[in-house]
């Protein structure tokens, strides 16, 4: 028998990254958690289903977060005047050892998770810890919660303080226990994470490739975010022609959906292989801005074509809400096109075509509301002050500028409503 949701209110997605496609007082039909239509007019084949009103409210889709680590939660604004390097063996490793610890983890993944629901995340792609045990809680927390994610356990056999190293043979066979143990669940899914190309061995990437080929598994990673970290790859491999090509040789890019952090520093022929390979991209401004990384050229990635999507990175990046992911993304290229005029400024629709469908794309039909997408959604209150004087447009721009979790009062995930 068909389960059919309807909700009525004020309806904003992006097809396109160009425009906001909005539908004033209407509603949205879904079946079995499939979006049917939007509809000005109710057909009456339908008048007779209960329907959720929300009134004035803006409906939208849920945000996707396609870089954060979960197991540096407990991180987030501390060792913020670092660099990369230097923040990760001062803070994140010593923090991410304790994840062996499993009511430690226990404790804070259920916080992650909590805070990530309650800030309208709800599909994520999450690096967790290099612990097997860790990650294995961090799986059942979100399955239990209800939303969408690939989670990794973090492999690193090198270049790291021993107390969180694994050997390469206990890091494959934790990360093939886990593939096995998840492989089939329909919301929360495996993807194989080598944390960047420094950390991990070629055995390791070799192995890691071949996991991911023999399980059809979509790869994570880290590429060119920093210029210490590029020259540090360079010295680790000096056979390979530049970062990305170390993924490559080892069937980590591309042969496989694949969706890489950062790409702040990325040449010519350095993006032509991204946009063969079918690579995402995903853009992470405040840690960028944070580890002194530098400014990924969006505007110049997305003339290009390539595919981008949005990520908090946290704890580089010190908030784990999305919006405000998008907020600096746009203030940042505006700083770019300064000395590079020919880089437009973003604009609203594009950030929130980026949030939304352009990283619901590695879910598959996720981030927007067009027909045969999942209904993936959040319900936005504003004051009455505000909807009554400003465009449904312009309510939107002020919940990503100044809005939190305290305005999204509903969250659907494939029409299931968890909170």
Known sequence: MEKILIVKGN??????????????????????????????????KYM???????????????FVDL??????FLQCGMGMTKQLLDWLNDYTFDLEKEFKNEEFAKEVYTKFADKLIASGTLRACIFASSSTAGTEILFE????????AYIGKVNMDSNAPDFILESTEDSIDGTRYLIEK???????????????????????LKELGSLAKEYALPVQSHLNENLDEIRWVQELFPNAENYLDVYNDNSLFGQTPTILAHGVYLSDDETEI???????????????????????????????????????DIAG?????????????????????LSNPEYTPLTVSEVFYLATKGGGEFFGKVGSFEEGYFFD????????????????EDRLERFIYIGDDRNIIARYVEGNKIT
């Open 377 to 392: 959604a959040l319900v936005i209150e504003d004051d009455s002050l505000t909807a009554d004087r400003y465009s449904l």
């Open 317 to 337: 990046g010190h908030k784990i809400a999305l919006n405000e992911a998008m907020v600096r993304a746009i203030q940042l290229s505006k700083l770019l096109s």
């Open 48 to 62: 007779n289903y209960q329907i959720k009103d929300y009134k004035e409210k803006l409906i939208i889709p849920s």
């Open 67 to 72: 870089h954060l680590h979960a197991a540096q």
């Open 274 to 312: 991204i946009k063969r390979n079918n690579v995402i991209l995903v853009h992470c401004p405040d840690s960028n801005i944070n580890v002194r990384s530098g400014i990924m050229p969006l505007r110049k990635y997305l003339n290009l074509g390539l595919k981008i999507g949005l990520g908090s």
């Open 141 to 148: 927390i979100l399955k239990a919660k209800g939303i969408g």
């Open 182 to 204: 998840y492989k089939d669940e329909p919301l929360v899914k495996p993807i194989i994470t080598p944390r960047f190309a420094p950390t991990s061995t070629n055995k390791l």
């Open 11 to 44: 309806i904003l997605f992006t097809k396109t990254l160009d425009k906001l496609t909005v539908y004033k007082d209407s509603y949205i039909v879904v079946k079995d958690s499939i979006v049917e239509a939007i509809y000005k007019v109710l057909p009456q």
